[in-house]
């Protein structure tokens, strides 16, 4: 049996491996939409969806991270979002994934670290988004909030990540 690590072989399984783990992702992302957090802030997610995008960074590269993040992003405003709600997930999902990257890249962060500044950019840029569609930068005052949850949900989501690599790819954490 090969592992999801392998992607080496045949284009039939690297896409079969691709939709499964696309799917598990979307997964993720709909039972967020499905059970609110009992935090009465707008705007507060806990990510779950990051965790796949965070193992894939780590254990197959950021090609196949961004191929994930990008169609699960794309898959879930199709299926339970709006124009409003795509915008916000695509902005957040690429700058997040960018910082992620970058980071990853240098080797000097853990999964964990790797995934609070994802968290964080992610609040940013949707902050961005919603000050240029309201036309005022008065929405960044709510970065604070969104600064501590980024960290907080990013914590989590790293540990998690971090608990999954060291089951399916323990090479990829050295």
Same mark, same amino acid.
């Given at each position: 049996?090969?592992?999801?690590?392998?992607?080496?072989?045949?284009?039939?399984? =690297?896409? &079969?491996?691709?939709?499964? /783990? !696309?799917?598990? *992702? @979307?997964?993720?992302?709909?039972?967020?939409? %499905?059970?609110?957090?009992?935090?009465?802030?707008?705007?507060?997610?806990?990510?779950?969806?990051?965790?796949?995008?965070?193992?894939?960074?780590?254990?197959?590269?950021? =090609?196949? &991270?961004?191929?994930?993040? /990008? !169609?699960?992003? *794309? @898959?879930?405003?199709?299926?339970?979002?709006? %124009?409003?709600?795509?915008?916000?997930?695509?902005?957040?999902?690429?700058?997040?994934?960018?910082?992620?990257?970058?980071?990853?890249?240098?080797?000097?962060?853990?999964?964990?670290?790797?995934?609070?500044?994802?968290?964080?950019?992610?609040? @940013?840029?949707?902050?961005?988004?919603?000050? %240029?569609?309201?036309?005022?930068?008065?929405?960044?005052?709510?970065?604070?909030?969104?600064?501590?949850?980024?960290?907080?949900?990013?914590?989590?989501?790293?540990?998690?990540?971090?608990?999954?690599?060291?089951?399916?790819?323990?090479?990829? @954490?050295?």
């Amino acid at each position: 049996m090969r592992s999801l690590t392998d992607l080496s072989a045949d284009r039939s399984s =690297r896409a &079969a491996a691709l939709g499964v /783990v !696309t799917a598990l *992702a @979307l997964i993720f992302s709909y039972i967020e939409f %499905l059970v609110p957090l009992p935090i009465a802030i707008p705007g507060i997610k806990l990510g779950l969806a990051n965790i796949v995008v965070l193992v894939c960074l780590y254990a197959l590269g950021p =090609r196949y &991270a961004f191929f994930v993040n /990008v !169609t699960r992003i *794309a @898959l879930a405003a199709l299926l339970f979002g709006s %124009l409003f709600s795509a915008l916000y997930a695509l902005a957040g999902g690429l700058v997040s994934f960018a910082a992620m990257t970058l980071l990853w890249r240098t080797r000097l962060f853990s999964p964990a670290g790797v995934s609070m500044a994802g968290g964080v950019f992610h609040n @940013l840029a949707q902050l961005s988004v919603a000050s %240029l569609l309201v036309e005022s930068a008065q929405v960044f005052y709510y970065f604070p909030v969104l600064l501590f949850a980024g960290l907080a949900t990013g914590i989590g989501t790293g540990i998690l990540g971090t608990l999954i690599l060291r089951r399916i790819a323990p090479d990829s @954490l050295v």
